[in-house]
């Protein structure tokens, strides 16, 4: 039967990790590092492309949306694409050619020296799961593009692969997924306030 206690724990286990975070120097400065990878790609006329798989596909959308039209502050649209939205391209893909590659296809088509990617996964990127997050890390850098990575700590095999990552000190998936949308809401806050700012 449940009880309050389960309500308790469930909310005990997300403060815990938020207050870890509120107390990290080190992921502060992991979030002005990416504040300024995102604002010099914006100041260079590049733009941003956002990925990952099941709910992290659609905090891609999100954090792409917020970025192309506004968070809370009335500003210029910010060029950002979310990799996760035609369907066509991601079936057509993923049936000719592999789902690990439904990404880095459309980093090969899109992207350019100066741009930057933005990959969000939860997985332990094991060689199991994840591999399309690899793909197109690998191919943004070919692509001579900046990236950015949304992790926790189960992905620390990507990190080679990112020029800044920002690492969830959880393992748990749903977890994983609510800090990380914080991390969106957290980084279109401060995107906005630096260009209402500047205007």
Excluded at 90 to 98: E, V
Excluded at 121 to 135: E, F, L, M, V
Excluded at 149 to 154: D, E, I, R, V
């Amino acid at each position: 039967m449940l009880t309050t206690l389960d309500i308790h724990m469930f909310l005990v286990r997300r403060q815990i990790v938020y207050s870890a975070l509120s107390n990290s120097s080190k992921f502060k400065r992991q979030i002005l590092n990416v504040i300024s990878l995102i604002k010099k790609t914006f100041d260079s006329g590049n733009k941003v492309l956002i990925f990952g798989n099941g709910g992290s596909a659609a905090q891609a959308q999100h954090f792409a949306a917020e970025l192309v039209c506004k968070f809370e502050k009335n500003r210029q649209a910010l060029p950002t694409i979310a990799l996760t939205t035609d369907s066509s391209i991601l079936t057509a893909q993923s049936n000719d050619n592999g789902f690990e590659t439904v990404f880095s296809r459309q980093i090969e088509a899109l992207c350019r020296p100066g741009d930057l990617v933005i990959g969000l996964t939860t997985s332990d990127t094991d060689g199991q799961h994840s591999a399309n997050i690899r793909h197109a890390f690998l191919t943004a850098q070919k692509k001579g593009a900046k990236s950015i990575g949304l992790f926790s700590q189960k992905t620390k095999n990507l990190l080679p692969l990112v020029d800044v990552a920002i690492i969830v000190p959880a393992t748990n998936t749903a977890i994983i997924q609510e800090v990380h949308q914080t991390v969106i809401h957290l980084l279109c806050f401060l995107i906005e306030s630096e260009l209402v700012g500047e205007s």
